[in-house]
């Protein structure tokens, strides 16, 4: 009798503590301040070239974002792109992230952006998986990629995000924030280029 006691007593302290870390992994969905940067979660197709994996932080300070996976759908080849991020308060960046193909940005939304130089990706294919990081120690893709393209600057740098700071640290964000990372502009092999929001 004692020993199916102390059973039942031991699972009731594990069914709270489980309820307990629940709870706060609820109120942890959105944050007070802080900074999330996601990408676009919608079917294939909407773009020609879709970010479908993202690496964010990293052990040097002055990087926020340091690689990416992208994924080819077009059938033409393409030979450069530039990466473009937007940023906007949590909420609407949360709803952003799910936004369907025809959703254009609002600039007024947009409470930051930025983008990459053009990135020489040689000659992505269509269904290719391709990982572009700024730093070989922080190549690894949850993806099997085709090739790994290495870039001598930060992806998203924490320079480029101190505005939405008081003091141009992280402790410092003056509010909770969601950015979306998506490939901005396309150069295809065949000289055409392609813009996201605009048509071909």
């Known amino acids: 009798m004692k020993h199916r006691t102390l059973v039942l007593l031991v699972i009731s302290i594990l069914s709270l503590q489980i309820t307990f870390a629940q709870s706060l992994r609820q109120q942890g969905q959105e944050p007070r301040k ?27 300070p002055e990087v926020w974002t340091s690689r990416v996976t992208i994924k080819s759908l077009s ?3 393409v030979k450069a792109l530039k990466l473009r991020w937007d940023i906007y308060q949590w909420d609407i960046g949360q709803k952003k992230h799910r936004d369907s193909c025809g959703e254009v940005a609002d600039s007024a939304e947009i409470i930051l952006s930025g983008n990459t130089p053009l990135i020489d990706v040689g000659r992505l294919l269509n269904g290719e998986l391709y990982s572009i990081s700024s730093h070989p120690q922080e190549i690894f893709s949850a993806q099997r990629v085709s090739k790994t393209l ?40 065949d000289g055409t280029r392609w813009e996201a929001g605009k048509k071909l």
């Not at 320079?159 to 640290?169: N, S, V």
């Open 75 to 77: 059938q033409k080849p």
């Open 150 to 189: 290495l870039v001598d600057y930060p992806l998203i740098g924490w320079d480029q995000l101190k505005p939405l700071t008081t003091d141009g640290t992280f402790r410092g964000l003056k509010d909770a924030y969601a950015g979306i990372v998506y490939v901005g502009e396309i150069h295809f092999e």
């Open 34 to 60: 802080g900074l999330g940067m996601l990408y676009y979660f919608r079917p294939e197709g909407c773009h020609p070239v879709e970010i479908i994996g993202i690496t964010n932080g990293s052990n040097r």
